[in-house]
């Protein structure tokens, strides 16, 4: 069956660079959440999109935007890096009004900023 | 807001049962989930309970009480490949078809021989 996909699985930038990460939803899946899980931490929500608008948004900063495309696939845009942005960043896709709500997570993209 | 508590670490030995418990506090109740995530991977998901009681999902069952804001998962015939983190998670956030996932800080269960 196939899965969440994203692109790059990992990413090494510099200081004060910009990054895309994207995101290929399950096909059918129309919910798409990001999330960023930094090293020894739970996955903390950064934003999701249903139906191409955005729905939710949480700890993410200003400097971090994201978008879903008419094919559902989504990318998070990651400008003026810091350190401290160096962590895995899932991304999940959902379909919506199907049984238990689940979430699938992608295998995730490690940025490393230098 | 949403917030679960959950502990760190559990050691078990291979054959045995172990209980992950999780207790939370939520604006608003939605289900709670279980994810599993080995080490760089990918959070999986296991078990979800929307309603009381107990769902059995092969070794992994996983049990909710909304009175008491409490949850379990319990892990039984223990393998070596279930040493992982495991969160439990509550959906929140605004009303809608969204509801992301609030993630416990996760417990480290370590199987050993």
């Known amino acids: 069956a196939a899965g969440v996909i994203q692109s790059p699985r990992h990413l090494i930038k510099e200081k004060r660079e910009t990054a895309t990460l994207k995101c290929y939803p399950i096909p059918r899946h129309d919910t798409v959440y990001w999330y960023q899980q930094g090293p020894g931490q739970d996955p903390q929500f950064l934003i999701s999109f249903y139906e191409k608008m955005q729905s939710d948004k949480g700890s993410i900063p200003d400097r971090f935007s994201a978008q879903q495309f008419s094919d559902y696939h989504s990318e998070l845009n990651m400008s003026s890096l810091e350190l401290g942005d160096s962590a895995l960043y899932f991304c999940?896709?959902?379909?919506?009004?199907?049984?238990?709500?689940?979430?699938?997570f992608g295998p995730g993209t490690r940025l490393t900023v230098l | 807001g949403q917030s679960l508590e959950q502990p760190s670490e559990v050691t078990a030995v291979e054959g045995a049962i172990v209980q992950i418990n999780c207790t939370y506090q939520?604006?608003?109740?939605?289900?709670l989930s279980w994810y599993q995530q080995h080490d760089g991977g990918a959070p999986t998901f296991l078990s979800y309970n929307g309603l009381d009681g107990l769902e059995e999902t092969g070794r992994f069952s996983s049990f909710l009480s909304r009175s008491d804001s409490y949850g379990y998962l319990l892990l039984q015939e223990l393998q070596m490949k279930d040493s992982a983190s495991y969160f439990c998670a509550v959906k929140g956030g605004s009303s809608g078809s969204a509801r992301q996932l609030t993630f416990g800080s996760g417990t480290q269960l370590t199987v050993l021989p």
């Open positions: 999940a896709s959902r379909r919506s009004g199907k049984g238990t709500d689940t979430q699938y």
């Open positions: 939520t604006s608003g109740f939605y289900g």
